[in-house]
């Protein structure tokens, strides 16, 4: 079984600046991936984004948000950025700090 932890409170703060709807979208591709297994979760929802780089993608009715994450020993998804999404391409400064956040991870 997987299980899905933020980074440090800094990424946790980032997820609770989204809006509502964001939030549930989260908590229902974590359910999916508790539920059937992270290899088993493929777009729309999870798309390898470069390297060790994978994003969950949330849509709601005004707002696109992304979650960056990397998968750990243990079967753990740590979560290294939250970001609402501007354009059509993740900016290249949101993958440069999702590296570099990834860094701590262990």
Do not use: C
């Not at 997987?2 to 440090?8: C, G, M, Y």
């Not at 980032?14 to 992270?38: C, D, S, T």
């Amino acid at each position: 079984m997987w299980s899905i932890e933020f980074l440090d409170q800094t990424v946790l703060d980032e997820m609770q600046a989204q809006p509502n709807e964001i939030r549930a979208k989260f908590e229902h591709i974590v359910r999916l991936i508790e539920a059937n297994g992270l290899s088993r979760v493929h777009e729309p929802y999870i798309k390898h984004l470069e390297g060790k780089l994978w994003e969950m993608r949330m849509k709601g009715r005004d707002t696109i948000a992304r979650s960056i994450y990397v998968t750990a020993v243990g079967r753990r998804i740590i979560v290294v950025r939250v970001f609402t999404k501007k354009r059509q391409k993740t900016p290249r400064r949101e993958l440069d700090l999702a590296r570099q956040r990834a860094k701590e991870v262990s």
